[in-house]
Every structure is written in structure tokens, then in C-alpha cells.
């Protein structure tokens, strides 16, 4: 089995920061990718930002310039710095882990909430 454990998660006024984690632990092979989507209220989930184990990235036009995703492949752990938060920002976010081979894995987190005010 694969664990998905996420923090930092909670509540913050509008302009300040947040830096979210995940790390994976159990039968993890192959890994490949790992990083951020959210779910706003009345909204489908989105894309945040990703990372491979190679450092290549890909982020949303929303975050680019504010958030910051980063890896730690010895740990299995995943970063996101996000600074210059917005009331728009607020939504769960869910931990995404891409592990390749055949039949290629997807593991999500079970969410953590990310609360914004104005």
C-alpha cells in the first residue's frame, strides 16, 4: 500500500503565507511525479503545481510568481510554498503522486483545507 501523508494546512488573511507538505511512504516505485491540484466549493479540481523527480515543473498561471513547489526524493516529499495568498486561493488541496511503469499509479491525498480571508 501506498500512504499519503499532507500538512500545513489552515487559516490566513489575504497576503500572507502558507507551505504545504506531503510525503509518501509504502510500496513506492517507480515514482515519477508529485505536486498539488485543488477543489474550490462549486468548482472542479485544478492543477496547482507540479514536480518531477527530475526538478521539472508545471504550475498554473494563477500561482506562477506566488507558490513555489519543490522535491525531496530521498524522503519522498513534496513542498508547496505559497506566498501572496488570495481569497481565491482558498479551496482543498489534494496531494497528487504519479508513479510510472505499467500500469502507470495515480494516489491522491485525502485533502487538506486551505483557508483564505480578506
Known amino acids: 500500500q501506498v500512504q499519503v501523508v499532507e500538512s500545513g494546512g489552515g487559516l490566513v488573511q489575504a497576503g500572507g503565507s502558507l507551505r504545504l507538505s506531503c510525503a509518501a511512504s509504502g510500496s513506492i516505485r517507480n515514482l515519477n511525479v508529485m505536486g498539488w491540484y485543488r477543489q474550490a466549493p462549486g468548482k472542479q479540481r485544478e492543477l496547482v503545481s507540479t514536480?518531477?523527480?527530475?526538478?521539472?515543473?508545471n504550475t498554473a498561471d494563477s500561482a506562477k510568481g506566488r507558490f513555489t513547489i519543490s522535491i525531496d526524493n530521498a524522503q519522498n516529499t513534496v513542498h508547496l510554498q505559497m506566498n501572496s495568498l488570495k481569497p481565491e486561493d482558498t479551496a482543498v488541496y489534494y496531494c497528487?503522486?504519479?508513479?510510472?511503469?505499467?500500469?502507470?499509479?495515480?494516489?491522491w491525498g485525502k485533502g487538506t483545507l486551505v483557508t483564505v480571508s480578506s
Open positions: 514536480i518531477t523527480i527530475d526538478g521539472k515543473t
Open positions: 497528487y503522486i504519479h508513479l510510472g511503469g505499467w500500469p502507470p499509479r495515480i494516489y
